[in-house]
């Protein structure tokens, strides 16, 4: 019964370059559970990550995490519990992966502050975990596709959030790759307990890594369980 | 295979290309020290400097020459760093102030002043900064919706700017018989510059320099997207405005006193882009560099080459922009 | 997307630059044509009696059959020599103080019906006024002369920016208006009035440079400008002599400062675009002082600096110019000539 709610979406409906996107949308999200949110294209997947992570202002409802209005939080105070990977990621910079990673400490530390020796560690860590350690010295531009993957996903891991939002984390990726990050988004959420909550187009990855399902289509939502995970 | 760098990101590369840069400074501040209608020599320019033998060449280093080719170099800081600025905040590598309306605003209120109020010449610094401030809030209010969109702001630039070009223009018509004395302002010249234009920019060069290189860090967090920046903690509107504003002092500041220079802004950042990369800790410091350099260098040519006749250097550094614009449309 | 912002960059500099251009190629014509060369008359006229042939500043030949009636004099300084010969305008552009009229015409010619400012003037007012014969500025309203031509008016264009050119003019004139007599006379009068001041001049000459400050450029007059005629005739020694004009037929061109400390004329003769003369000489002090670039210049620094008033340098004093030697003359020679006495009736 007490189940521990970490991000509550009430009555939320958001319209987008003047069209309803999402209707009165009411969602619980439960700590340390995976949630994929699936549906056609159009239906608002993309809008509904990128309203959480406060890039859309909502026409009306709220979005509570922890029992706090996102909306009035400060920056740096939300990105410390709630990291996003974008689905679209062109970057004018060409820093390298290890800088990049470093980039995710940005909401632990004042204007004043530079990188210290537990943020080098975290983000040691942080790209171990998700294996791109190797590749810490190399330009952003010059890495594949699922390695770019790896390492926006490293700078998230950096954040230490509690949860992780991800946009489409496989949709340009081949199938050997696809896997591996499914792979590495289950290690991540059980082994840092991180909630995972994220859009997949493919339905067969969204029944067989989440707890959870979101259908999205039409304006309707469903959410379903997903019984005997792993 | 794990130390796979390239060139450009060692750090030691960004470094000497520095250093380079500031040794490039040293030679091109006394070079243009030296060149003029007198030739002066290296030995002779420092006993001048340090000591007032009311000699002639004092006469000309100190009350002339110097101070042009302090305000050389801090004109080439101010336009240089605020385009490299705004081609991040805009996220377009060929932005420059004139995209934030600096131009016609200056333009616009240093040509009414200088053509139609003649007589109150002390105040055409005050009335170009105070234009281009201007223009630049109008562009920035009107492509305000909920937050600030790089397409809204070059379209209401291109709006404001055309309504102030066409202002320029009108005004010129009516007082056509006093064109000449505008025609150097449009272009940007260092004409008869000294320590009191000096006096007025340093304070924006320091105080921006400064900044700029303080919080170098969140420009670079903002380029990598606007949503990847929110969700590292940026607060992205804010970032933006700020830079916004400060590449805005740092052009207004420089425009009011030289008049229009152009190509310096866009010039400058984008040649240190394709050596040095995007990382702003080191962008930053080498384009102001080379802002000073090639503008002392061109001031220095644009009263040489044809002495003791002088082009205004607005003309010297277009004429720089052709081949540069066909550089970069092989590039293509 | 790129490509689209990369045509704004190319255009829209190149657009500028040559609006620009083409601003200061219309305009430049506010000082075109000073002494193109001293063989060249800026208007002559064939014939002793009508028809005359006449041949204007810009090379085109009108053919009068008869003496002209109904007159339209576009500028001020032809106006006043037509007047002084006993002519007559239907009209005239707008009268500014500094333009120096013959106090007998003077009433009469501010109460002529006014066609606009020199350098814009209305043409539908003139055409309808159906002159003669039309004199116009060659400088300003050479495009608006062409027009007229077009339309089928007589027209004739002047440049008067010489003593030379004054004198042509008076010739000319003369003919037209079948005034010979008064036209001579009048030449003698300003010959001898030129020629006095000259003969009494010093066996030194003094050095000048002509200052033509706008907005923080220095540029100079060259010899083809009334100041520098002026400084010609009282064989004064110009700095800025040999050097090219910024455009063709301009009689400006800008100068480094650096070069008028080198050179270190005994005067610096002032003029400004600032049309009351009290506010030119004040902003012009205000520069001087505040700006350093003049610590270097002598003439600055120990107070030998003239304030060439419009009147007489900026516009063409034509029957008066002799009056403007002698101001100049009076200016640097006061032992010579006695102390400038300032004009009234401005």
Same mark, same amino acid.
């Given at each position: 019964m007490?189940?521990?709610?970490?991000?509550?979406?009430?009555?939320?409906?958001?319209?987008?370059?003047?069209?309803?996107?999402?209707?009165?949308?009411?969602l619980?999200?439960?700590?340390?559970?995976?949630?994929?949110?699936?549906g056609?294209?159009?239906?608002?997947?993309? /809008?509904?990550?990128?309203?959480?992570?406060?890039?859309?202002?909502?026409?009306?409802?709220?979005?509570?995490?922890?029992?706090?209005?996102?909306?009035?939080?400060?920056?740096?105070?939300?990105?410390?519990?709630? !990291?996003?990977?974008?689905?679209?990621?062109n /970057?004018?910079?060409?820093?390298?992966?290890?800088?990049?990673?470093?980039?995710?400490?940005?909401?632990?530390?004042?204007?004043?502050?530079?990188?210290?020796?537990?943020?080098?560690?975290?983000?040691?860590?942080?790209?171990?975990k998700?294996?791109?350690?190797?590749?810490?010295?190399?330009?952003?531009?010059?890495?594949?596709?699922?390695?770019?993957?790896?390492v926006?996903?490293?700078?998230?891991?950096?954040?230490?959030?509690?949860?992780?939002?991800l946009?489409?984390?496989? /949709?340009?990726?081949?199938?050997?790759?696809?896997?591996?990050?499914?792979?590495?988004?289950?290690?991540?959420?059980?082994?840092?307990?991180?909630?995972?909550?994220?859009?997949?187009?493919?339905?067969?990855? !969204?029944?067989?890594?989440?707890?959870?399902l979101?259908?999205?289509?039409?304006?309707?939502? /469903?959410?379903?369980?997903?019984?005997?995970?792993? | 295979?794990?130390?796979?760098?390239?060139?450009?990101?060692?750090?030691?590369?960004?470094?000497?290309?520095?250093?380079?840069?500031?040794?490039?400074?040293?030679?091109?501040?006394?070079?243009g020290?030296?060149?003029?209608?007198?030739?002066?020599?290296?030995?002779?320019?420092?006993?001048?400097?340090?000591?007032?033998?009311?000699?002639?060449?004092?006469?000309?280093i100190?009350?002339?020459?110097?101070?042009?080719?302090?305000?050389?170099?801090?004109?080439?800081?101010?336009?240089?760093?605020?385009?490299?600025?705004?081609?991040?905040?805009?996220?377009?590598?060929?932005?420059?102030?004139?995209?934030?309306?600096?131009?016609?605003?200056?333009?616009?209120?240093?040509?009414?002043?200088?053509?139609?109020?003649?007589?109150?010449?002390?105040?055409?610094?005050?009335?170009?900064?105070?234009?281009?401030?201007?223009?630049?809030?109008?562009?920035?209010?009107?492509?305000?919706?909920?937050?600030?969109?790089?397409?809204?702001?070059?379209?209401?630039?291109?709006?404001?700017?055309?309504?102030?070009?066409?202002?320029?223009?009108?005004?010129?018509?009516?007082?056509?018989?006093?064109?000449?004395?505008?025609?150097?302002?449009?272009?940007?010249?260092?004409?008869?510059?000294?320590?009191?234009?000096?006096?007025?920019?340093?304070?924006?060069?320091?105080?921006?320099?400064?900044?700029?290189?303080?919080?170098?860090?969140?420009?670079?967090?903002?380029?990598?997207?606007?949503?990847?920046?929110?969700?590292?903690?940026?607060?992205?509107?804010?970032?933006?405005?700020?830079?916004?504003?400060?590449?805005?002092?740092?052009?207004?500041?420089?425009? +009011?006193?030289?008049?229009?220079l152009?190509?310096?802004?866009?010039?400058?950042?984008? +040649?240190?882009?394709?050596?040095?990369?995007?990382?702003?800790?080191?962008?930053?410091?080498?384009?102001?560099?080379?802002?000073?350099?090639?503008?002392?260098?061109?001031?220095?040519?644009?009263?040489?080459?044809?002495?003791?006749?002088?082009?205004?250097?607005?003309?010297?550094?277009?004429?720089?922009?052709?081949?540069?614009?066909?550089?970069?449309l092989?590039?293509? | 997307?790129?490509?689209?912002?990369?045509?704004?960059?190319?255009?829209?500099?190149?657009?500028?630059?040559?609006?620009?251009?083409?601003?200061?190629?219309c305009?430049?014509?506010?000082?075109?044509?000073?002494?193109?060369?001293?063989?060249? $008359?800026p208007?002559?006229?064939?014939?002793?009696?009508?028809?005359?042939?006449?041949?204007?500043?810009?090379?085109?030949?009108?053919?009068?059959?008869?003496?002209?009636?109904?007159?339209?004099?576009?500028?001020?300084?032809?106006?006043?020599?037509?007047?002084? $010969?006993g &002519?007559k305008?239907?009209?005239?552009?707008?009268?500014?103080?500094?333009?120096?009229?013959?106090?007998e015409?003077?009433?009469?010619?501010?109460? $002529?019906?006014?066609?606009?400012?020199?350098?814009?003037? *209305?043409m539908?007012?003139?055409?309808?006024?159906?002159?003669?014969?039309?004199?116009?500025?060659? &400088?300003?309203?050479?495009?608006?002369? *062409?027009?007229?031509? *077009?339309?089928?008016?007589? =027209?004739?264009?002047?440049?008067?920016?010489?003593?030379?050119?004054?004198?042509?003019?008076?010739?000319?004139?003369?003919?037209?208006?079948?005034?010979?007599?008064?036209?001579?006379?009048?030449?003698?009068?300003?010959?001898?009035?030129?020629?006095e001041?000259?003969?009494?001049?010093?066996?030194?000459?003094?050095?000048?440079?002509?200052?033509?400050?706008?907005?923080?450029?220095?540029?100079?007059? $060259?010899?083809?400008?009334?100041?520098?005629?002026?400084?010609?005739?009282?064989?004064?020694?110009?700095?800025?002599?040999?050097?090219?004009?910024?455009?063709?037929?301009?009689?400006?061109?800008?100068?480094?400062?650096?070069?008028?400390?080198?050179?270190?004329?005994?005067? =610096?003769? =002032?003029?400004?675009?600032?049309?009351?003369d009290?506010?030119?000489?004040?902003?012009?002090?205000e520069?001087?002082?505040?700006?350093?670039?003049?610590?270097?210049?002598?003439? =600055?620094?120990?107070?030998?600096?003239?304030?060439?008033?419009?009147?007489?340098?900026?516009?063409?004093?034509?029957?008066?110019?002799?009056?403007?030697?002698?101001?100049?003359?009076?200016?640097?020679?006061?032992?010579?000539y006695?102390?400038?006495?300032?004009?009234?009736?401005?």
């Amino acid at each position: 019964m007490n189940k521990n709610i970490i991000l509550s979406i009430e009555g939320l409906s958001v319209s987008y370059k003047n069209k309803d996107v999402l209707t009165d949308i009411n969602l619980q999200i439960e700590k340390g559970k995976v949630y994929s949110i699936i549906g056609p294209n159009g239906c608002g997947k993309t /809008t509904l990550i990128r309203t959480i992570n406060r890039s859309i202002k909502p026409k009306k409802g709220k979005i509570f995490l922890n029992g706090e209005n996102i909306f009035k939080m400060k920056n740096k105070d939300v990105a410390k519990k709630i !990291a996003i990977l974008n689905q679209n990621n062109n /970057t004018m910079n060409d820093v390298t992966v290890k800088r990049l990673v470093q980039y995710g400490r940005y909401a632990y530390k004042n204007w004043w502050e530079t990188v210290d020796g537990k943020d080098s560690e975290i983000v040691q860590w942080a790209m171990e975990k998700t294996g791109v350690i190797k590749l810490q010295n190399r330009r952003i531009n010059t890495l594949s596709g699922g390695e770019m993957q790896r390492v926006w996903i490293a700078m998230s891991v950096a954040q230490k959030p509690e949860i992780l939002l991800l946009d489409e984390p496989t /949709t340009y990726l081949d199938i050997c790759n696809q896997l591996e990050i499914m792979d590495l988004i289950t290690k991540l959420n059980k082994e840092e307990e991180i909630t995972i909550v994220m859009v997949l187009h493919d339905i067969n990855h !969204a029944v067989r890594y989440s707890n959870e399902l979101i259908i999205i289509d039409d304006h309707q939502y /469903t959410q379903k369980e997903i019984p005997g995970l792993y | 295979m794990e130390n796979d760098i390239s060139l450009r990101d060692k750090k030691g590369f960004k470094i000497t290309v520095i250093a380079i840069l500031a040794m490039l400074f040293f030679i091109s501040f006394i070079l243009g020290l030296t060149k003029g209608t007198l030739e002066v020599e290296v030995k002779r320019i420092f006993e001048v400097i340090s000591k007032d033998d009311g000699s002639p060449e004092r006469m000309v280093i100190w009350n002339i020459r110097l101070p042009r080719m302090i305000l050389a170099a801090l004109v080439g800081i101010n336009l240089a760093l605020s385009g490299a600025i705004l081609q991040g905040v805009m996220k377009n590598p060929l932005a420059d102030p004139s995209i934030i309306g600096i131009s016609s605003g200056a333009g616009l209120f240093g040509i009414i002043v200088l053509v139609v109020f003649p007589q109150y010449i002390k105040m055409v610094t005050i009335a170009a900064f105070m234009g281009a401030m201007l223009a630049a809030s109008i562009i920035y209010l009107l492509s305000w919706k909920g937050g600030i969109k790089t397409i809204r702001v070059v379209l209401a630039g291109v709006a404001v700017s055309s309504l102030f070009a066409a202002g320029i223009s009108g005004i010129l018509v009516f007082y056509s018989d006093r064109v000449h004395g505008a025609l150097n302002f449009m272009n940007g010249s260092l004409s008869s510059r000294s320590w009191p234009e000096v006096w007025t920019i340093l304070p924006y060069t320091i105080i921006g320099f400064v900044l700029a290189n303080i919080f170098a860090d969140k420009l670079n967090i903002l380029i990598l997207g606007d949503d990847v920046a929110r969700g590292i903690g940026l607060n992205v509107e804010a970032t933006r405005f700020g830079f916004t504003a400060l590449a805005a002092f740092l052009a207004a500041s420089a425009v +009011s006193v030289v008049g229009l220079l152009g190509f310096v802004g866009l010039i400058v950042p984008h +040649s240190i882009r394709l050596v040095i990369g995007n990382d702003y800790r080191y962008m930053f410091p080498a384009t102001a560099l080379f802002g000073s350099v090639l503008l002392m260098l061109s001031d220095t040519f644009a009263r040489t080459v044809l002495s003791p006749m002088e082009i205004p250097v607005g003309i010297v550094m277009a004429v720089l922009g052709v081949p540069f614009f066909l550089f970069l449309l092989r590039r293509e | 997307m790129k490509k689209v912002k990369f045509y704004k960059r190319i255009l829209l500099p190149l657009v500028v630059i040559m609006l620009i251009f083409s601003v200061s190629g219309c305009t430049k014509t506010t000082e075109t044509g000073g002494l193109s060369n001293t063989q060249d $008359l800026p208007i002559t006229v064939e014939g002793n009696n009508y028809p005359l042939k006449i041949k204007d500043f810009l090379k085109k030949e009108t053919i009068l059959e008869k003496k002209p009636e109904k007159v339209a004099v576009l500028s001020g300084t032809p106006l006043n020599i037509w007047y002084d $010969l006993g &002519g007559k305008s239907i009209c005239t552009s707008n009268i500014t103080d500094n333009l120096k009229l013959i106090s007998e015409y003077k009433k009469e010619i501010n109460d $002529l019906p006014q066609i606009g400012p020199v350098y814009s003037i *209305d043409m539908e007012s003139v055409v309808s006024l159906k002159p003669d014969l039309i004199i116009a500025q060659a &400088g300003t309203q050479g495009t608006q002369a *062409d027009k007229l031509r *077009d339309i089928g008016f007589k =027209v004739i264009t002047t440049n008067i920016r010489s003593y030379d050119d004054v004198i042509a003019t008076y010739n000319a004139f003369g003919k037209i208006l079948g005034n010979e007599k008064s036209a001579e006379a009048k030449i003698e009068a300003l010959k001898n009035k030129k020629e006095e001041i000259v003969s009494k001049l010093p066996k030194d000459n003094k050095s000048v440079v002509i200052l033509y400050i706008t907005a923080k450029t220095i540029a100079v007059k $060259l010899d083809n400008s009334i100041a520098g005629d002026v400084a010609k005739i009282l064989k004064l020694d110009n700095i800025a002599s040999d050097l090219p004009p910024d455009t063709i037929g301009s009689e400006t061109t800008p100068l480094d400062v650096e070069y008028i400390v080198k050179k270190n004329p005994d005067y =610096v003769l =002032v003029t400004s675009m600032i049309s009351d003369d009290e506010e030119a000489k004040k902003t012009m002090e205000e520069e001087f002082k505040s700006n350093p670039v003049w610590k270097g210049v002598k003439a =600055v620094q120990e107070g030998r600096v003239i304030y060439l008033p419009q009147q007489y340098f900026l516009y063409n004093a034509g029957p008066y110019y002799s009056e403007a030697i002698e101001y100049m003359a009076k200016s640097i020679y006061p032992e010579i000539y006695g102390e400038v006495t300032h004009q009234d009736g401005k």
